[in-house]
């Protein structure tokens, strides 16, 4: 079986977030970035294969040479090979396609990415993939097992869990869940060494179009004052939750 999974450079989740230009572009300085945390619960589940089944892993990922740090780190958890598209992430449909091709030409059985990137939070490129790919999809995913061509996933609906009996190829959006937190792992010095050893193959984009573009950002409006109200005095709590909040 050979497994590419998608991984994104986002930003570390304890980051301060500025924006430059007018607020119309992030602000990169004194960032750290990381492996989008659902991708990372992803390819811990495709090490899990490579280890139990003996599948190969590649990892790609679309983004300029800043981002080769994170698929460097995705290299020395244990994947075999990496790719990087050498293009600006600025569209999902354009990362999408953009992986399409690499999916293409790779000729891989099983597609893992992250339900979604913790930094746009768009949730459209693993569905957008397998449409291109024309192959089965299964988003939410929180279980997988593979024997043979066949698949059981397992994702998460509204109120429960749905198990899905599938085939390969497969594309899945993955999530918390695919693996325990406690899975994860941390490279460790031998993974480093050697994974300036694997390959990191830099590819340039198809072309492709971008029918969606950033405008503007703005973060979300700091918190008001909190006002404290004796236990007792029932009547006060009543009389502002009605004339300031406006909630009754």
Known sequence: MKILVCISNVPDTTSKINFTEGDTKFDTNGVQFVINPNDEFGLTRAMWFKEKQGAAVHVATVGGAQTEPTIRKALAIGADEAIRVNAEPSDGFFVAKQLAEVVKNGGYDLVIAGRESIDYNG????????????????????????????????????????????????????????????????????????????????????????????????????????????????????ALLHNEAKVI
Do not use: H, W, Y
Request: contains cysteine; glycine residues 10%.
């Open 123 to 238: 949730g459209m490129v693993p569905g957008m993939l397998a449409t291109l790919l024309d192959m089965n999809f299964v988003n939410t995913c929180i279980g997988l097992e593979i024997d043979g061509n066949n698949a059981i996933a397992m994702r998460e609906i509204d109120g429960g869990k749905e198990k899905i009996n599938t085939t390969l190829p497969l594309v899945i959006g993955g999530q918390k869940g695919l693996v325990q937190e406690s899975d994860l792992r941390i490279p460790n010095m031998r993974g480093i060494m050697m994974a300036r050893q694997k390959a990191l193959n830099v590819i340039e984009p198809v072309e492709a179009p971008q029918p969606t573009q950033d405008q503007k950002f703005e973060k979300p409006a700091p918190k008001g004052a909190v006002k404290l109200i004796d236990a007792d005095n029932v009547g006060e709590l009543v």
